[in-house]
Nanobody, 126 residues
Framework: QVQLVESGGGLVQPGGSLRLSCAASGFTFDTYAIGWFRQAPGRAREGVSC????????YYLDSVKGRFTISRDNAKNTVYLQMNSLKPEDTAVYYC???????????????????WGQGTQVTVSS
């Protein structure tokens, strides 16, 4: 049974940090690229970051470049999203998703992803 389980969300003040985790099971983790997406109320789901299965290449949404860092630990079947300098506009439900091998083409096209987690809420507010 394939599972992607996100954790690490919560309430944080503007300028603060959170680290999200995505724990995977039920598939060959090191042959899948992992993406992070987010969805705010009333808005479409958007891609935030993606990391390739093996060579570590990464992709970021322009608005999070320099603030968010994606990484993976294939030994632990886990991907992380370190989020620094958080802004109120980062508030959303964050999802991780898996697609075979590569983030390319179209790293943030949801239709390329096979598996999805249930999401974790991130709220940035004072």
């Amino acid at each position: 049974q394939v599972q992607l389980v996100e954790s690490g969300g919560g309430l944080v003040q503007p300028g603060g940090s959170l680290r999200l985790s995505c724990a995977a099971s039920g598939f060959t983790f090191d042959t899948y690229a992992i993406g992070w997406f987010r969805q705010a109320p009333g808005r479409a789901r958007e891609g935030v970051s993606c990391i390739h299965s093996s060579d570590g290449r990464t992709y970021y949404l322009d608005s999070v470049k320099g603030r968010f860092t994606i990484s993976r630990d294939n030994a632990k079947n886990t991907v992380y999203l370190q989020m620094n300098s958080l802004k109120p506009e980062d508030t959303a439900v964050y999802y991780c998703a898996a697609r075979p091998f590569s983030c390319s083409p179209y790293a943030f096209a949801t239709g390329f992803y096979d598996y999805w987690g249930q999401g974790t809420q991130v709220t940035v507010s004072s």
